[in-house]
Nanobody
Framework: QVQLVESGGELVQPGGSLRLSCAAS????????MGWYSQPPGKQREPVAI???????YYVDSVKGRFTISRDNAKNTVYLQMNNLKPEDTAVYYC???????WGQGTQVTVSS
């Protein structure tokens, strides 16, 4: 299993943008599924965006048109570009790789004025 390290979370104003990064300790080229999950305070962890090695992607309805997931196999990194952020996007964001998934430690995103 690969080790995952997320970064890029911070406090941002509504309407702002962030790019989260998930760096893997090894090659992600052969990992079929990788994704980003969010866990708001007091709630369960839920998928936000998934990328497959085939090039397909999945987005939860609440982020469609605002978030973009991408993977750079050469850098062993998965990104989540987050635009037009809303207060309800506030959560700890976790990166996951494979099935069953390996998890990173999470990065905090706070959207507030």
């Amino acid at each position: 299993q690969v080790q995952l390290v997320e970064s890029g979370g911070e406090l941002v104003q509504p309407g702002g943008s962030l790019r989260l990064s998930c760096a893997a300790s090894g090659s992600i080229r052969s990992i079929y599924v990788m994704g980003w999950y969010s866990q708001p305070p007091g709630k369960q962890r839920e998928p936000v965006a998934i990328t497959y090695s085939t090039g397909s992607t999945y987005y939860v309805d609440s982020v469609k048109g605002r978030f973009t997931i991408s993977r750079d196999n050469a850098k062993n990194t998965v990104y989540l570009q987050m635009n037009n952020l809303k207060p309800e996007d506030t959560a700890v964001y976790y990166c996951a790789a494979g099935s069953p998934p390996s998890w990173g430690q999470g990065t905090q995103v706070t959207v507030s004025s």
